[in-house]
């Protein structure tokens, strides 16, 4: 009898972990306001913020699906932040236009007082077509790039989540 009791408490504080586990997996794809250095921007609700990641970026962030067919090894979309010193707008918005196929839209503007271009992009990598997001924003002394690259088949699917990612971006 006694060992049906203490058996019983283990398997309820199994079942209490394992909910928990799992109630917190699952909030890490809830929207999130991520405060960088340098930047703050929203994290789209179905993404998952790498942390501790060595890729030297100042931000990364994975889409919790995959492609399908030849993509089906690829995120269907990933948000990167970049911090770029001592680098002019006009040169690294050319030197990003570089491997697109075509440049869908180009936009010049001033928010918060600083000079800002937004890119969108067709691109091909590793023969998977890309939608490219780029928003560039000028700081003091840096240059942050905001891009958010869509597999192409996916592009209408995360188009509000993107949208709202780049008027959400803000440097400091």
């Known amino acids: 009898m006694e060992i049906l009791i203490v058996g019983s408490i283990i398997v309820a504080l199994m079942v209490w972990a394992s909910t928990r586990i799992k ?30 990641d060595d890729s ?10 995959f492609g399908t067919g030849d993509a089906a090894e690829i995120y269907q979309a990933t948000i990167t932040v970049e911090r770029h010193e001592g680098k002019e707008l006009d040169a690294l918005a050319a030197e ?22 937004r890119l ?8 998977i077509e ?6 560039l924003a ?25 949208e709202n990612l780049i008027g959400g971006f803000n440097v400091k």
């Open 130 to 135: 890309l939608r490219r997001f780029v928003r």
């Open 120 to 127: 969108e992009l067709s691109v091909i990598d590793e023969k």
């Open 56 to 65: 030297g970026v100042a931000f990364r962030a994975n889409s919790r699906d």
């Open 138 to 162: 000028e700081s003091e002394g840096a240059i942050f790039e905001l891009r958010a690259d869509v597999l192409e088949e996916m592009s209408t699917e995360h188009a509000k989540a993107i």
């Open 23 to 52: 109630r917190d997996a699952a909030a890490a794809y809830d929207e999130e306001l991520i405060e960088g250095v340098g930047f703050t921007l929203t994290k789209p609700a179905g993404f998952i913020h790498m942390l501790n």
């Open 96 to 117: 990003i236009k570089k491997p697109a196929t075509e440049v869908l839209s180009e936009e010049r503007f001033t928010a918060h007082g600083r000079m800002n271009v």
